[in-house]
């Protein structure tokens, strides 16, 4: 399968950014340039994600995706959650809010969002987190849909590829946001440093479509990718400063300012691994954050909102690739003709 079978003209694709920066204008603007644009359904209740799909099919008519949380087993540790609730205390002072008291599991509404991924019969229906069942996989495939399924090992691939998936999107370390890791790798194995080398192993493993993903951010970037074998590159960071992304002006700002010196890898936020741009609550509260996700999530994110309003971007998740240094203000569309331009000069 090739990006022209998905009906899209170039190997570019808008990465589902949960939290704000996946909006309908930014989907349609770049699936309407020639790219794949997608939303992001994780923290948004089900009829919001129908209102958005409606909203991009007002806007466009070209294919664009819709991304979903799995939910993993339902686990929790509440005497580790109680002491890092315990440990915010002084953030909660210090921002004027009261923490919830006993943050819960859920599976951010996974049912009713499979429902509405197949009744809107979306053109791309992207998973993160796990692999859909192999029942949903194939309800999907049934109303048109391509499925897509993130991995980080050539394990998952080859787990993606069991259940169902039409494509494999491969997330290198360098990505900003949540890494996906729903199976561990051996003890001996680490990602490679180099994005190519991680989508040559996923070749190895899976005899899928390959989308690469993580830190991307030029044309020339995604020319590596595609001659390493993707179908296309994936870029979420190089569109967080378009005018259509729904990240906050105080993320946007911060992806510029000189201040942040550079991403890390944390857990404080969530409870889930993911990189951003290193920060205060980062560095205070690392060692502390329990992996229990989204019970960290529901615990930190009244802070997190709080810290925007004040315009405080030392408590905010500010996700970003490695890559962030070079992102661009453009429009999505400008951006998408731009990095057109990027990957025809490298690949000349």
Same mark, same amino acid.
């Given at each position: 399968? @090739?990006?022209?079978?998905?009906? $899209? +003209?170039?190997?570019?694709?808008q990465? =589902?950014?949960?939290?704000?920066g996946?909006?309908?204008?930014?989907?349609?603007?770049?699936?309407?340039?020639?790219?794949?644009?997608?939303l992001?359904?994780?923290?948004? *209740?089900?009829?919001?994600?129908r209102?958005?799909i409606?909203?991009?099919?007002?806007? *466009?008519?070209?294919?664009?995706?819709v991304?979903?949380?799995?939910?993993g =087993?339902?686990?929790?540790?509440d005497?580790a959650?109680a002491?890092?609730?315990? +440990?915010?205390s002084?953030?909660?002072?210090?921002?004027?809010l009261?923490?919830?008291? @006993?943050?819960?599991?859920d599976?951010?509404?996974?049912?009713?969002?499979?429902?509405?991924?197949?009744?809107?019969?979306?053109?791309?229906?992207?998973?993160?987190?796990?692999?859909? =069942?192999?029942?949903?996989?194939?309800?999907?495939?049934e109303?048109?849909?391509?499925?897509? $399924?993130?991995?980080?090992t =050539?394990?998952e691939?080859? %787990?993606?590829?069991?259940a169902?998936a039409?494509?494999?999107?491969?997330?290198?370390?360098g990505?900003?946001?949540h890494? *996906?890791?729903?199976l561990?790798?051996?003890?001996?194995?680490?990602?490679?440093?180099?994005?190519?080398?991680?989508?040559?192993?996923?070749?190895?493993?899976?005899?899928?479509?390959?989308?690469?993903?993580?830190?991307?951010?030029?044309?020339?970037?995604?020319?590596?990718?595609?001659?390493?074998?993707?179908?296309?590159?994936q870029?979420?960071?190089a569109?967080l400063r378009?005018?259509?992304?729904g990240?906050?002006?105080?993320h946007?700002?911060?992806?510029a300012?000189?201040?942040?010196?550079?991403?890390?890898? *944390?857990?404080?936020?969530?409870g889930?691994?993911?990189?951003?741009?290193?920060?205060?609550?980062?560095?205070?509260?690392?060692?502390?954050?329990?992996?229990?996700?989204?019970?960290?999530?529901?615990?930190?994110?009244g802070?997190?909102?709080a %810290?925007?309003?004040q315009?405080?971007?030392?408590?905010? %998740?500010?996700?970003?690739?490695?890559?962030?240094?070079?992102?661009?203000?453009?429009?999505?569309?400008?951006?998408?003709?731009?990095?057109?331009?990027?990957?025809?000069?490298?690949?000349?």
């Open positions: 399968m @090739s990006v022209a079978a998905l009906g $899209v +003209e170039h190997p570019i694709i990465a =589902p950014m949960a939290g704000g996946s909006t309908p204008a930014l989907a349609a603007a770049v699936s309407s340039a020639g790219g794949l644009g997608f992001a359904a994780g923290y948004r *209740t089900a009829a919001d994600v209102d958005e409606a909203a991009v099919r007002e806007r *466009t008519d070209r294919p664009f995706g991304s979903v949380f799995v939910p =087993p339902e686990t929790a540790d005497a959650l002491l890092y609730r315990k +440990e915010l002084g953030e909660a002072e210090r921002y004027g009261t923490l919830p008291e @006993s943050p819960a599991w599976d951010d509404e996974w049912d009713a969002k499979v429902e509405l991924l197949v009744a809107e019969r979306v053109p791309v229906a992207g998973f993160t987190f796990g692999c859909p =069942p192999p029942e949903v996989a194939a309800r999907l495939r109303v048109g849909s391509v499925v897509f $399924v993130m991995v980080n =050539p394990w691939a080859e %787990a993606a590829a069991e169902g039409d494509v494999i999107c491969v997330q290198g370390p990505a900003g946001g890494q *996906t890791a729903f561990p790798p051996p003890p001996s194995w680490a990602p490679p440093a180099a994005l190519t080398d991680l989508v040559a192993q996923v070749r190895g493993a899976a005899d899928v479509p390959l989308v690469a993903a993580g830190g991307l951010m030029d044309g020339a970037d995604i020319a590596a990718v595609l001659d390493a074998g993707a179908v296309a590159g870029l979420g960071t569109f378009t005018p259509e992304s990240a906050h002006p105080v946007k700002a911060a992806l300012d000189p201040h942040f010196t550079g991403t890390a890898f *944390t857990t404080a936020f969530s889930r691994t993911a990189r951003g741009l290193a920060n205060r609550f980062m560095a205070e509260h690392e060692a502390g954050a329990p992996r229990c996700y989204p019970q960290v999530h529901h615990l930190t994110k802070l997190r909102r %810290a925007a309003a315009s405080d971007p030392e408590a905010m %998740a500010l996700w970003a690739g490695d890559g962030y240094r070079r992102g661009r203000e453009l429009p999505a569309a400008r951006l998408v003709e731009v990095l057109v331009e990027e990957i025809e000069a490298a690949r000349r």
